[in-house]
C-alpha cells in the first residue's frame, strides 16, 4: 500500500508538472519567427517542370532515382503526392494554351515557422531551427503518425512498408548543406531561377518586387508569408492557391494555438475539479449524516416520549390500584399490612391526633 | 473458490468454438502485421495516416466511461442502490482501456517505443501526451479500484481493506483524469481544421467528447446489466426486478446526458453558422448521427422511463452505443480528408476490420470468464457485510 499511494502521488507530480509545461507553450506572446532566418521563393511562373529538383533532391538525400525518369512527360498526367521515396514532387496543374505556357507547382515540407508536426508530436521529436529548416529526429519518434494526420499541406510522409524502424520522411530544406554554406540542392539545381534561396525577408521583398512589376502575370498574393503562422518556403504563382493544391482561405493564426489553448486547462482541472468533487462528496456525507442524526434524534425522542408515557401509565395504574384497594378495605375490615401509600393518607389523621 | 465450484463450465459452447476461432484468426492477422509492416495490413498512406483502427481507439474509451459514470454516481452522489453494478462496470471500462492500449500497440510504427514520452523526451504541447499520461494513470487507477475483486479472491482481508478505504479518492482521481481525456480525445482534432469536415470540426469538440462518453458509459452499464443477466442468470447478485428499475433509472441517465450532448451540438452549429453545411450530402449524415443516434435515443430513452419500459431502455442503449460508434468514426475517419475525391479517400482494409472484430471478442471473452471466476457480478460469501 506504501508504495502504492507514494506512485499515486509521484503520478500527480508528473501529471502537473506536464500541465504546467503546457501552460508555459500557451505564452502569450506571439512568436514572429526567428531574426534572419532563411528560406524558399518559388515562382511558379519561371517553373518549366523539368525535375531537376526532384532529381537533386532523391541525390542529395540517397533516395532511388526518380519514378518515372525525367523526360516522360506522361508524369503530368495525374498528380503525384510526396512519399518516403520523393521528398519532392512537381505537378502541372493547368495545360500549355496557345502561347501561354502550363503553370506547374513544386511540392515539399513547407518548413512552418510555428510547425504543426512539432506541436502535435508527444515526443518533441521535431526543432524549427533558427536558420529555418524544421528537423525531424528519428531516436525518439513513436510512429503515432499525428504529424503526418495534422499536417496542413500533406508534406510529410511515413515509411509504412518498413515493418521495424519505419520513419516520418520529408523535405530537411537541405539542413547540412546550409550549415556548410551551401544551398539547398533543388534550389542549386533549378536551370530557371525558380527556386531562390535567401534571408526570408529578402525573399518576400523580391517576391512583392516581382508580383508589383508584373501585375499581369501573377495573383497578387504570396502564399506562406502569413498562412498558418507563415512557412519559409514561399510561393507565388499565376494561378490562385487552391488551383494548385494549396489550403484554401487557410487561418493566418498558427494552427498550434488551436491547441494550446484548451490544453492549458488542464492544470486549472487539477487544482479545481478534485476539490470540487470532494465538496460533492463532503454535501453527500453530509446529507447522510444529517439523515441519520435525524434518525437517531427521533428514536430518542421516541423513547423518551415512550419512557414518560410508561411512567404516566405505571403511576395511573398505581393510582387505580390504590383506589381499588381502598374500596376494598372500606367495605371490609382493616387491611392487615396498609400499602405505603396507604400510609400516607393516614398520616395527617396522626398529626390531627 | 466461488462460482467455480458451483458451476461447471462447459468448453465447447456455441460461444467458445466461435470466440475461439475469431481469437485465432485475428491472431494470425496481428501477427502479420507486426511481421509485414502497417503498409502490409492496412490501407493507410500518406494522406490518411490514421484510421479505422484510431477510430475504434476513440470508441474503445468513449465507452469505457461506465467505469468512471457509475462509481461517480454511487460513490460520489451517494446513489448506493446501484452498488451491485459497480463492479461489472468498473471491470468492462478496464477492459476497454485494455482494448484501446491493445489497438495503440497494433497501429504504432514502433510501439516498443511506446514510454518514449514519458522517458526519454517529453512533448507536453501535444494532446496525445495528455492522453497518455491521463489513460496510463487512470488504467492503475481502474487496476487499484478492483483489486479488491483479486483479495476477496484470495482471502486476503486486511489488503482488501485497505485499497477499499480509498475508494472515494480513487473515483475523485478517476473522473478527473477521465474529464481531462475524453475531452482531450476531442482536442487531437483541433490542429486539422482544414482537414475535417466542418461539422465535425469545432472548437467545443473536446465538450462534445466528454459529454458523448458519459452517455455512451451509461448505456454500456444498461448493456453490461443485461448481458450479466442473461449469461449468468440467478447467479447475478442483482434480482430480476432491481435490475429493470436500475435499467430504468440509467435510462433517465442516458436520456439526460444524450439531451446536453444534443443541446451542445445545436449550439455548435449557431455559433459556428453551420447550418448552410445540412442541405449537402455531408449534412445528410450529419443529420442522420444527430438527429437518428442522438435526440431519437435521447427521446426514446425519456418515453421508456416515463412508460417504465425496461426491454425499451435496453434497445435505446444499444441504439446509443451504435450512435457513439458511428460518431466516433466520422470524426476520426469518414469526415476527415472530406475535400478528397472518392478515387483518393481512405477505405480500411479487410485486415483492419479483422483486427477490430478480435479485438471486441476478445474483449467480450474476458469479462465472461472474469466474471465467472472472480466475484464481479456477486458477492464473495466471506464479504457480505461490507460490500
Known amino acids: ?15 502537473s508538472l506536464a500541465a504546467a509545461g503546457t501552460a508555459k507553450a500557451n505564452s502569450v506572446r506571439r512568436f514572429k519567427g526567428y531574426e534572419d532566418t532563411t528560406g524558399l521563393l518559388y515562382d511558379s511562373t519561371l517553373c518549366i517542370g523539368c525535375r531537376q529538383c526532384e532529381k537533386a533532391c532523391n541525390e542529395v538525400n540517397d533516395l532511388p532515382p526518380v519514378e518515372p525518369p525525367i523526360g516522360d512527360k506522361s508524369v503530368f498526367d495525374h498528380k ?51 536558420e529555418g529548416p524544421v528537423l525531424y529526429n528519428p531516436d525518439v519518434c513513436v510512429g503515432c503518425r499525428y504529424c503526418v494526420f495534422a499536417c496542413p499541406y500533406y508534406a510529410i510522409s511515413y515509411e509504412f512498408s518498413d515493418p521495424f524502424t519505419p520513419k516520418v520522411a520529408r523535405c530537411t530544406m537541405c539542413y547540412p548543406r546550409i550549415k556548410k554554406g551551401l544551398k539547398p540542392a533543388c534550389s542549386e539545381a533549378c536551370p530557371t531561377g525558380a527556386i531562390q534561396y535567401g534571408k526570408r525577408k529578402d525573399l518576400l521583398e523580391l517576391a512583392r518586387d516581382r508580383i508589383r512589376k508584373n501585375p499581369g502575370k501573377y495573383v497578387h498574393h504570396i502564399f506562406g508569408e502569413n ?81 414518560i408515557e410508561m411512567e404516566e401509565k405505571l403511576l395511573k395504574a398505581g393510582i387505580e390500584m390504590k383506589e381499588a384497594l381502598d374500596k376494598v378495605h372500606d367495605r371490609g375490615a382493616a387491611p392487615p399490612a396498609a400499602p405505603s401509600g396507604a400510609h400516607g393518607s393516614e398520616a395527617p389523621d396522626d398529626k390531627r391526633g | 473458490m466461488t462460482s467455480a465450484g458451483e458451476h461447471k463450465i462447459k468448453l465447447l459452447t456455441p460461444f467458445n468454438i466461435i470466440s475461439g476461432l475469431i481469437l485465432l484468426f485475428g491472431g494470425i492477422i496481428v501477427l502479420l502485421r507486426f511481421a509485414k509492416g502497417l503498409g502490409y495490413a492496412t490501407n493507410l498512406n500518406n494522406t490518411t495516416a490514421w484510421g479505422l483502427w484510431t477510430g475504434f481507439k476513440l470508441v474503445f474509451v468513449a465507452l469505457a466511461a461506465s467505469g468512471y459514470t457509475l462509481t461517480t454516481a454511487v460513490y460520489i452522489f451517494g446513489m448506493d442502490e446501484y452498488h451491485g453494478l459497480v463492479r461489472p462496470a468498473v471491470l468492462s471500462g478496464f477492459l476497454g482501456y485494455s ?34 499520461l491521463c489513460v496510463g494513470l487512470y488504467y492503475t487507477t481502474q487496476f487499484l479500484e478492483l483489486t479488491p475483486v483479486g483479495f476477496e479472491w484470495l482471502g486476503w482481508k486486511r489488503w482488501r481493506k485497505i ?35 466542418p461539422l465535425w470540426y469545432s472548437p467545443y469538440i473536446p465538450i462534445h467528447f466528454f459529454t458523448s462518453s458519459a452517455a ?23 434480482s430480476k426486478d432491481k435490475l429493470d428499475k436500475l435499467t430504468i433509472g440509467l435510462g433517465k441517465a442516458g436520456s439526460l446526458a444524450l439531451f446536453i450532448y444534443f443541446a451542445l451540438k445545436v449550439v455548435d452549429l449557431a455559433l459556428g453558422d453551420k447550418w448552410h453545411y445540412l442541405a449537402t450530402g455531408w449534412g445528410a449524415l450529419y443529420l442522420t448521427e444527430v438527429i437518428g443516434f442522438v435526440l431519437l435515443p435521447c427521446m426514446v430513452y425519456a418515453f421508456g422511463y416515463r412508460e417504465r419500459n425496461a426491454t425499451l431502455i435496453r434497445y435505446t442503449a444499444l441504439w446509443t452505443v451504435l450512435g457513439i460508434i458511428f460518431n466516433r468514426l466520422n470524426v476520426a475517419v469518414v469526415a476527415y480528408n472530406w475535400k478528397f475525391p472518392v478515387n483518393e479517400r481512405y477505405f480500411p482494409s479487410w485486415m483492419e476490420y ?24 456477486r458477492h464473495h460469501p466471506d464479504f457480505e457485510e461490507s460490500h
Open chain 1, 1 to 15: 500500500m506504501g508504495v502504492s499511494r507514494r506512485d499515486f502521488i509521484k503520478g500527480v507530480a508528473i501529471g
Open chain 1, 80 to 130: 503525384r503526392k510526396v512519399s518516403d521515396k520523393q521528398y519532392t514532387v512537381v505537378n502541372r496543374y493547368k495545360k500549355a494554351e496557345g502561347n501561354k505556357p502550363p503553370v506547374f507547382r513544386k511540392h515539399q515540407c513547407m518548413h512552418c515557422q510555428e510547425p504543426t508536426c512539432a506541436s502535435v508530436c508527444f515526443v518533441s521529436a521535431f526543432t524549427k531551427t533558427p
Open chain 1, 227 to 307: 498562412e498558418y503562422g507563415g512557412t519559409s518556403w514561399l510561393t507565388i504563382a499565376g494561378l490562385p492557391p487552391e488551383d494548385l493544391d494549396l489550403p484554401k482561405d487557410p487561418m493566418y493564426e498558427p494552427l498550434p494555438n488551436l491547441t494550446t489553448g484548451f490544453l492549458s486547462l488542464a492544470p486549472i482541472a487539477a487544482a479545481t475539479i478534485p476539490g470540487l468533487l470532494a465538496g460533492f462528496y463532503a454535501f453527500t456525507k453530509r446529507k447522510e449524516n444529517l439523515h441519520k442524526e435525524e434518525l437517531s434524534r427521533k428514536l430518542k425522542e421516541t423513547k423518551k416520549a415512550m419512557s
Open chain 2, 99 to 132: 482494448l484501446f492500449i491493445l489497438i495503440l500497440i497494433f497501429d504504432l510504427g514502433r510501439p516498443w517505443r511506446i514510454y518514449y514520452p514519458f522517458f526519454v523526451q517529453a512533448g507536453t504541447t501535444s494532446a496525445l501526451f495528455e492522453i497518455g
Open chain 2, 163 to 197: 485499497l477499499k478505504a480509498a475508494t472515494v479518492a480513487f473515483t475523485i482521481f478517476g473522473l478527473f483524469l477521465s474529464l481531462l481525456h475524453q475531452s482531450t480525445l476531442g482536442a487531437l482534432f483541433l490542429s486539422v481544421p482544414g482537414k475535417l469536415h
Open chain 2, 216 to 238: 455512451g458509459g451509461i448505456s454500456m452499464i444498461i448493456l453490461i446489466g443485461l448481458i450479466s443477466k442473461r449469461v449468468f442468470g440467478h447467479r447475478m447478485e442483482v
Open chain 2, 354 to 377: 479483422v483486427v477490430v472484430v478480435f479485438l471486441i471478442t476478445l474483449g467480450l471473452v474476458i469479462f465472461r470468464y472474469v466474471s465467472e471466476f472472480f466475484p464481479i457480478i
